[in-house]
């Protein structure tokens, strides 16, 4: 069984400051992760990913995660965080369903509200 | 393009009537999923088609079915619509696994 969870439902902060989104698993063996965005009206997007390598993975927008291991966890961060940040951000995991089938089970999102 | 294409994107049925939903891409992608997602909640996978072969998940087996006539269209059909099928339902296409997921803007579906 995989799973993910993202403990902070909404999260506000001003423009210019840092932001940090959690995200943790759970999962057996070793995790594809993802990071995606919903803007306002907007379908989700692809943010980032980790597959292997190194564990700071840059993606769009000034993004970037680190994958730990020791706690399963893969953080979202960006400093400094602009209006326009300002979006639902999920945290997803690419695990085995069965077989050779992969599926990608969601965290339920981090509302960010960056206040100018 | 890397768009995908969902209609209709608003969608009224009423109980125990079917509902279809279409949804296409033009990127040669392979996989093509549908998720479900109600307020407040993760996106749940409900199915998936890797080339031809459907693969359905073992909770929604019976309440989802699909058809994927070509590469590019994929459909999603309830055979009877209850109250608790009103969501919005997300198509996305993915060259594969490991490989970033490109959604599109979802059908919302309000069962009466």
């Known amino acids: 069984a995989q799973s993910v969870d993202q403990p902070d439902a909404h999260v506000t902060l001003y423009e210019g400051a840092s932001l940090e989104l959690r995200c943790s698993y759970s999962?057996?063996?070793?995790?594809?992760l993802f990071w995606y965005v919903q803007y306002p009206g907007q379908s989700l997007q692809f943010l980032l990913k980790y597959i292997t390598g190194d564990a700071v993975v840059k993606g769009t927008k000034g993004f970037e995660a680190e994958f730990r291991k020791s706690n399963s966890s893969f953080n979202l961060k960006k400093s400094p965080a602009h209006w326009s940040d300002s979006a639902k951000y999920f945290c997803?995991?690419?695990?085995?369903?069965?077989?050779?089938?992969?599926?990608?089970?969601f965290g339920k999102g981090t509302l960010i509200t960056v206040t100018p | 393009d890397t768009t995908v294409k969902q209609n209709p994107r608003y969608k009224l049925a009423r109980v125990g009537k079917p509902v279809n939903l279409i949804c296409s891409q033009t990127m040669n992608h392979d996989t093509m999923y549908w998720y479900q997602k109600k307020p407040n909640q993760a996106p749940k996978l409900l199915l998936f088609?890797?080339?031809?072969?459907?693969?359905r998940e073992a909770d929604t087996f019976e309440k989802f079915q699909s058809s994927r006539p070509n590469n590019s269209f994929c459909s999603l059909y309830i055979g009877s619509a209850g109250l608790e099928y009103s969501a919005m339902y997300l198509c996305?296409?993915?060259?594969?696994?490991?490989?970033?997921?490109?959604f599109g803007p979802g059908t919302r579906l309000t069962v009466l």
């Open positions: 088609y890797y080339d031809k072969i459907l693969n």
């Open positions: 997803a995991l690419e695990g085995l369903r069965g077989g050779s089938n992969y599926k990608l089970t």
């Open positions: 999962y057996s063996a070793a995790p594809y």
């Open positions: 996305a296409s993915s060259k594969g696994t490991a490989w970033e997921q490109y």
